[in-house]
């Protein structure tokens, strides 16, 4: 039997779908990646404040589909704190629920996503945001808008 497109639009999707959490540009960001999935018209920048090797705030902006915005306000709600490592992680998990369907219970919210996996045209919406993330953590610190260059 073959999973339906509104299995795949779970409870969980809907509501970030519908109440995105942490949407906006994020004023005081010092890393930022954009990710785009031409294939969906999907768009997403993050915006990431990094303390020491922690993610102290984030955000995230972009359009299209369902699944790559949900997916995208709920990576947000999931890596803030985290360290780059404890990040990779939890992507591997994420990854392998929308790839293979299986969803261990511990991973309660993502495990929303394992409908994904049925429709392999959409993994790619689902893991936008979790690249973007990605990308922002390696990429070089950028000056914030809020600065403190008084030295003459
Ligand atoms: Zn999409």
Redesign the pocket.
């Known amino acids: 039997m073959s999973a339906d497109l509104t299995e795949l639009y779970q409870q969980v999707i809907l509501d970030h779908n519908r109440r995105p959490r942490n949407r906006g540009k994020l004023p005081t960001a010092n890393r930022v990646a954009h990710g785009d ?1 031409p294939t ?1 018209g ?1 768009q997403c920048s993050v915006y990431l404040r990094m303390d020491g090797d922690r993610i102290a705030e984030i955000s995230f902006d972009g359009s ?2 369902a ?2 915005q949900a997916s995208a306000s709920l990576m947000t709600t999931q890596i803030k704190g985290k360290t780059a490592p404890e990040v990779q992680t939890l992507y591997k998990n994420f990854h392998d629920i929308v790839t293979t369907g299986n969803a261990p219970e511990e991973i309660s919210d993502l495990g929303a996503f394992a409908g994904v996996h049925a429709f392999p045209a ?1 993994i790619k ?1 689902a893991t936008l945001g979790w690249h973007a993330a990605i990308e922002a953590m390696k990429s070089d610190p950028m000056p914030t808008t809020t600065t403190e260059s008084h030295v003459d």
């Open positions: 999935n969906c999907d299209g589909c699944i790559s959409r919406c």
